[in-house]
């Protein structure tokens, strides 16, 4: 076997499993109708966005700032553990259906 045909078969493997590529998939997905990675987006944007806050909050020199930047934090943290349950839940979904595409 050549190194042009091991290329060749390299592409083409690429090719047909190129679909399942998270960073094409992540901006393919920012208007798609998948549900799960809609809100895995999001959820990962909030979590971005919440650690710099935090990390803002460790460096505030005001008190009271500081405290509220802090709330603020644990707010959003309360709110993404609940939406991990939702993304457990699509995520079920989601496997259920790409292993009923490899058994087909």
């Known amino acids: 076997m050549s190194v042009i045909?091991?290329?060749f078969r390299v592409d083409s493997i690429?090719?047909?499993y190129e679909k399942y590529d998270?960073?094409?998939q992540r901006s393919a997905n920012?208007?798609?109708s998948d549900a799960f990675a809609r809100l895995y987006s999001s959820f990962e944007s909030q979590i971005d966005a919440t650690s710099q806050k935090a990390e803002m909050a460790a460096m505030e020199t005001n008190r009271a700032k500081a405290v509220a930047?802090?709330?603020e934090?644990?707010?959003t943290k309360a709110?993404?553990?609940d939406e991990i349950q939702k993304l457990q839940k699509l995520s079920q979904k989601k496997?259920?259906?790409i292993i009923s595409i490899f058994r087909a």
């Open 5 to 7: 045909d091991i290329i």
């Open 14 to 16: 690429c090719k047909k």
């Open 22 to 24: 998270v960073e094409k």
């Open 30 to 32: 920012d208007s798609s």
């Open 69 to 71: 930047m802090k709330a």
């Open 73 to 75: 934090v644990r707010r």
């Open 79 to 81: 709110r993404l553990m």
């Open 95 to 97: 496997v259920f259906f």
